[in-house]
């Protein structure tokens, strides 16, 4: 079974930077669209930051400027770079791959009950201290 890992989380003081790493066991992905999601206690999930199958890229807005996310498919790998991290950026951040044939726009909107569980990493969390 294809499975998504992620690591890098940790905690850190808010100004400060973090790099997450998601790890897909075999390249059952490359070709799907690949996002960030994150969720803070008593909130629902919500996409961070994303990129489409057609190699488009998207962002919340509340990151831009800070986030980074990249993908190495030849590596399997999905990366955030976070900097200048506030603390409301303290959350789980899950490594999601919101399915085939989709622009980051549509990924980072894409409904989180709507994705298959399978399609979910573990998560990592970032707690971010004033």
């Known amino acids: 079974q294809v499975r998504l890992v992620e690591s890098g989380g940790g905690s850190v003081q808010a100004g400060g930077s973090l790099r997450l790493s998601c790890a897909a066991s075999d390249d059952t992905y490359s070709s799907y669209s690949m996002a960030w999601f994150r969720q803070a206690p008593g909130k629902e999930r919500e996409g961070v930051a994303a990129?489409?199958?057609?190699?488009?890229?998207d962002y919340k807005d509340s990151v831009k400027g800070r986030f980074t996310v990249s993908r190495d498919n030849a590596e399997n790998k999905l990366y955030l770079q976070m900097n200048d991290v506030k603390v409301e950026d303290t959350a789980m951040y899950y490594c999601?791959?919101?399915?085939?044939?989709?622009?980051?726009?549509?990924?980072?909107?894409?409904?989180?009950?709507?994705?298959?569980?399978?399609?979910w990493g573990q998560g990592t969390q970032v707690t971010v201290s004033s």
């Open positions: 990129i489409g199958s057609d190699g488009s890229i």
């Open positions: 999601v791959a919101p399915g085939p044939r989709m622009t980051a726009t549509q990924a980072l909107h894409a409904m989180p009950g709507a994705i298959p569980f399978t399609y």
